[in-house]
């Protein structure tokens, strides 16, 4: 019986071929709880040498000196896990939990509907990803085999990335813009 109740709890989401299993919905509370807190999402501008123009991207992450919780958001949602840089010796350790692109969507598409003050951020990010694979999948419809956006397309997905910078209030605004 236990066992069947294990099941019951059990809630899985694919991402391609990988899956991810939580194993109760209190997992979820707890970790939407936790990301209204701490968590980040950002729609990241990325510039790289290689390929023309800058890309757009979707970014979430969970910053704390509280190693384990950093680790049990890796765990649930695997990504990157790394020591935060200390700026002063005194300051405890801090780490970082980031996912990006394809995680970023299924972290929030899991969480969504447990977060209070992200949420509009998170639909907002949500929308962003739903049209950057519209785009995406339209260019390879076209037999476009590179990856850089027409102005139009970089402008829609600019102005999604504007709406989210303004939820966060002038000085957020300024550190994302100053970089």
Same mark, same amino acid.
Do not use: C
């Given at each position: 019986?236990?066992?069947?109740?294990?099941?019951?709890?059990?809630?899985?989401?694919?991402?391609?071929?990988?899956?991810?299993?939580?194993?109760?919905?209190?997992?979820?509370?707890?970790?939407?709880?936790?990301?209204?807190?701490?968590?980040?999402?950002?729609?990241t501008r990325k510039t790289n040498e290689s390929s023309r123009g800058a890309r757009l991207y979707l970014s979430v992450s969970v910053t704390n000196t509280n190693k384990k919780v950093i680790e049990d958001f890796n765990g649930l949602f695997p990504g990157y896990l790394g020591k935060v840089l200390k700026?002063?010796?005194?300051?405890?350790?801090?780490?970082?939990?980031?996912?990006?692109?394809?995680?970023?969507?299924?972290?929030?598409?899991?969480?969504?509907?447990?977060?209070? %003050?992200?949420?509009?951020?998170? #639909?907002?990010? *949500?929308?962003? @990803?739903?049209?950057?694979?519209?785009?995406?999948?339209?260019? =390879?419809?076209?037999?476009?085999?590179?990856?850089?956006?027409?102005?139009?397309?970089?402008? %829609?997905?600019?102005?999604?990335? #504007?709406?989210? *910078?303004?939820? @966060?209030?002038?000085?957020?605004?300024?550190?994302?813009?100053? =970089?």
């Open positions: 019986m236990a066992k069947d109740k294990a099941k019951a709890n059990l809630m899985e989401g694919t991402e391609g071929k990988k899956t991810i299993k939580v194993t109760s919905t209190n997992n979820l509370y707890y970790l939407a709880g936790f990301f209204d807190g701490e968590g980040t999402i950002l729609i700026k002063k010796d005194y300051f405890l350790q801090a780490w970082v939990w980031t996912v990006s692109a394809e995680k970023a969507e299924m972290f929030l598409l899991k969480i969504k509907k447990y977060l209070r %003050q992200k949420k509009d951020e998170a #639909e907002i990010a *949500l929308e962003f @990803r739903y049209l950057q694979k519209k785009l995406n999948k339209k260019r =390879k419809s076209k037999g476009r085999r590179d990856r850089a956006y027409t102005s139009d397309e970089i402008h %829609q997905l600019r102005l999604i990335r #504007e709406r989210l *910078l303004k939820m @966060r209030g002038p000085a957020w605004n300024r550190r994302i813009y100053d =970089k």
